[in-house]
């Protein structure tokens, strides 16, 4: 259950966005993104997120998901607050907004709208005058929950944004950028947002520098050089690979049962087009927590950092 909000959610959903962009980044077709959606489907896999600055990602995944019953989903999409141009979106911008979204995405009513990659600088305005429409619409049924999405390639590596949204209470669900590097979300966001009752949705468990070996090392290396880790915290050849003899099936696998097995977190995206690194994604947050010794050893080594690492 993803909070308040009454959807129901499987624990890994699928993402459309991140380096692949649901496969256009390689010239991927329609029936390949159908056949990943439809593997997703059969593993289970029942929350797909995208969002309108995707690309085609809307129209792609309405084809991908074309004759699979509404009910079976639930669907996540988002709108950026400001325009091309820079400038804040009006109130019926983000109407208009909305119903594009509707029309790319084949349906008359979207899970969770989310407001994409929130800067604190511009939460008050967004919560005065967005926030009104969102909660219009979600009264009349055109949205189910109002979602918030950070920036988390951005410059806010200590949650401002999703703190001033904590703050209105008024959101039902979040997006935070979370994983074994970069944990400061443990700290306040999401003992808040469990508090709250605030469903929790994590990006960017395993991206880029987790994603590789030689990244990670070369990230470990920069960090034990400017002091950030002690010379002895892990060491300087696959330097998560004790996590694999802790009983995961790979660095990769291990990172996503850190982040699915915290208590507040619904659903973990993964933003895969390969079939095969979706079941073994699958089978990563199906395995349960990670021991509670490799946990506790990876907050240990990595708690303190707040350098917004893994984007």
């Given at each position: 259950m993803l909070g308040r909000s009454g959807l129901r959610v499987s624990l890994l959903g699928l993402g459309t966005g991140g380096a692949n962009v649901f496969g256009q980044a390689r010239g991927a077709g329609p029936d390949e993104a159908r056949a990943l959606v439809r593997a997703a489907l059969d593993l289970g896999v029942d929350s797909f997120d995208t969002a309108a600055g995707y690309g085609d990602s809307e129209l792609r995944l309405a084809t991908a998901l074309a004759g699979v019953p509404r009910r079976d989903y639930t669907l996540a999409t988002k709108y950026h607050p400001r325009s091309p141009d820079g400038t804040l979106l009006t109130p019926a911008e983000v109407r208009t907004a909305l119903e594009h979204s509707l029309r790319r995405l084949g349906t008359d009513v979207i899970d969770i709208y989310q407001v994409h990659a929130l800067r604190a600088a511009d939460g008050d305005r967004v919560v005065e005058t967005h926030l009104p429409v969102l909660e219009r619409a979600r009264d009349a049924g055109t949205i189910r929950a109002i979602g918030v999405t950070e920036s988390f390639a951005g410059d806010d590596p200590g949650h401002q944004a999703l703190s001033l949204a904590l703050d209105d209470g008024r959101f039902d669900v979040l997006m935070v950028g979370y994983n074994v590097l970069h944990q400061t979300a443990e700290r306040d966001i999401l003992p808040r947002?469990?508090?709250g009752g605030i469903g929790v949705v994590v990006m960017a468990a395993v991206r880029r520098v987790l994603a590789s070996?030689?990244?990670?090392?070369?990230q470990v290396a920069e960090l034990k050089a400017s002091g950030a880790l002690a010379a002895d915290a892990v060491p300087d050849s696959d330097p998560l690979g004790w996590l694999v003899d802790g009983g995961s099936t790979s660095v990769q696998a291990a990172c996503y049962r850190y982040v699915a097995g915290q208590p507040a977190v619904g659903t973990v995206l993964t933003g895969t087009f390969d079939p095969a690194h979706l079941t073994e994604n699958a089978a990563?947050?199906?395995?349960?927590?990670?021991p509670a010794a490799d946990e506790a050893r990876l907050q240990a080594i990595f708690g303190?950092?707040?350098?917004?690492?893994g984007r």
């Amino acid at each position: 259950m993803l909070g308040r909000s009454g959807l129901r959610v499987s624990l890994l959903g699928l993402g459309t966005g991140g380096a692949n962009v649901f496969g256009q980044a390689r010239g991927a077709g329609p029936d390949e993104a159908r056949a990943l959606v439809r593997a997703a489907l059969d593993l289970g896999v029942d929350s797909f997120d995208t969002a309108a600055g995707y690309g085609d990602s809307e129209l792609r995944l309405a084809t991908a998901l074309a004759g699979v019953p509404r009910r079976d989903y639930t669907l996540a999409t988002k709108y950026h607050p400001r325009s091309p141009d820079g400038t804040l979106l009006t109130p019926a911008e983000v109407r208009t907004a909305l119903e594009h979204s509707l029309r790319r995405l084949g349906t008359d009513v979207i899970d969770i709208y989310q407001v994409h990659a929130l800067r604190a600088a511009d939460g008050d305005r967004v919560v005065e005058t967005h926030l009104p429409v969102l909660e219009r619409a979600r009264d009349a049924g055109t949205i189910r929950a109002i979602g918030v999405t950070e920036s988390f390639a951005g410059d806010d590596p200590g949650h401002q944004a999703l703190s001033l949204a904590l703050d209105d209470g008024r959101f039902d669900v979040l997006m935070v950028g979370y994983n074994v590097l970069h944990q400061t979300a443990e700290r306040d966001i999401l003992p808040r947002a469990r508090a709250g009752g605030i469903g929790v949705v994590v990006m960017a468990a395993v991206r880029r520098v987790l994603a590789s070996r030689v990244a990670l090392e070369t990230q470990v290396a920069e960090l034990k050089a400017s002091g950030a880790l002690a010379a002895d915290a892990v060491p300087d050849s696959d330097p998560l690979g004790w996590l694999v003899d802790g009983g995961s099936t790979s660095v990769q696998a291990a990172c996503y049962r850190y982040v699915a097995g915290q208590p507040a977190v619904g659903t973990v995206l993964t933003g895969t087009f390969d079939p095969a690194h979706l079941t073994e994604n699958a089978a990563a947050v199906s395995a349960g927590p990670l021991p509670a010794a490799d946990e506790a050893r990876l907050q240990a080594i990595f708690g303190h950092l707040d350098m917004g690492l893994g984007r």
